[in-house]
């Protein structure tokens, strides 16, 4: 059975809730995006100490590390220096936690992907050097603001990687959101990026019927297929963790740019409300699962 957790963010700023609500879910993990109105490689050993210490007594693992490492611009030379420094921060907070998963990008999108393509790829030489010495997996999330929008491109990047230590994040919701250029997430995309995947992400997305463009909506009522994509998740025998994303609101839209670049205050705003529904959604469907 695959285990449940949220990335603590979604739902507040501040870990001693987070926890809190974990527990009550009895949720088995958190994915540290931002705590304290602080990114993951801005945190110090002082706030590492505190979230052990609330994180004890409890059953509360932490997971991974959501970072924002490579959401920058591939032309800016200084902006990619500084996001190797990110990775090398995320490494610690990660090892402080004992865990080995960081989530990463590539790069924003640019419209020329197949002329650069082999730039692109390169570009990993490093963060992989770095994370096969240190241990670490490096997650990689289909994520329709970047280079790696779909499934496909995912599992094309990660093929050509080729390394022990880069692993596949699967998101079906973004995988929706990449719209055209993205497959029905459930069946055909999860299928393509299966074989790969390491870590999974819940959150749901349907077309608004005013813009014509795709939201994110209460987990359950999007347009993802998430009973038949938690089925398979038990017929495949995914073990891993399922963390709730949901970029939600029920009271409020998050701006784009936010949804892009999560963290703070702002985008924590309402999100335990949105959580809590969507906490309560999913494990109704699991309810239903056939084990």
């Not at 603590?8 to 001693?16: I, M, P, Y």
């Not at 030379?77 to 004992?98: G, M, P, S, V, Y």
């Not at 998050?254 to 969507?278: T, Y």
Request: proline content about 4%; some cysteine.
């Amino acid at each position: 059975m695959f285990k449940v957790g949220i990335i603590g963010d979604e739902a507040s700023q501040d870990f001693q809730t987070v926890v809190d609500m974990a527990v009550e879910f009895n949720l088995d993990s958190i994915e540290v995006r931002s705590v304290w109105d602080k990114a993951p490689q801005e945190l110090t050993d002082q706030d590492i100490d505190n979230m052990k210490q609330i994180l004890e007594g409890t059953n509360v693992k932490i997971i991974g590390i959501a970072s924002p490492f490579y959401k920058c611009d591939i032309d800016n030379t200084e902006e990619r220096k500084e996001h190797i420094n990110i990775l090398k921060q995320c490494i610690k907070l990660a090892k402080a936690f004992d865990v080995n998963l960081i989530r990463t990008f590539v790069f924003w999108k640019i419209d020329n992907i197949e002329e650069r393509w082999g730039e692109i790829v390169g570009s990993y030489d490093e963060p992989v050097r770095i994370a096969e010495s240190e241990g670490i997996t490096l997650g990689m999330e289909n994520e329709y603001s970047t280079n790696l929008a779909t499934a496909k491109l995912t599992e094309r990047f990660i093929g050509e990687i080729d390394s022990p230590s880069v692993k596949a994040i699967w998101d079906p919701a973004n995988e929706a959101h990449a719209d055209q250029d993205g497959e029905t997430p459930f069946p055909d995309a999860y299928n393509r990026l299966k074989p790969f995947m390491i870590h999974a992400h819940l959150k749901d997305a349907a077309r608004d019927p005013k813009t014509r463009e795709m939201d994110s909506v209460e987990v359950g009522t999007g347009i993802i297929d998430w009973q038949g994509q938690l089925q398979a998740f038990i017929d495949d025998g995914y073990q891993g963790h399922l963390t709730l994303e949901t970029h939600w609101r029920p009271t409020l839209k998050l701006d784009e740019d936010i949804v892009h670049q999560p963290g703070g205050s702002a985008f924590s705003e309402a999100g335990e409300e949105a959580s809590r529904i969507c906490l309560k959604n999913l494990f109704e469907m699991i309810d239903k699962l056939e084990q």
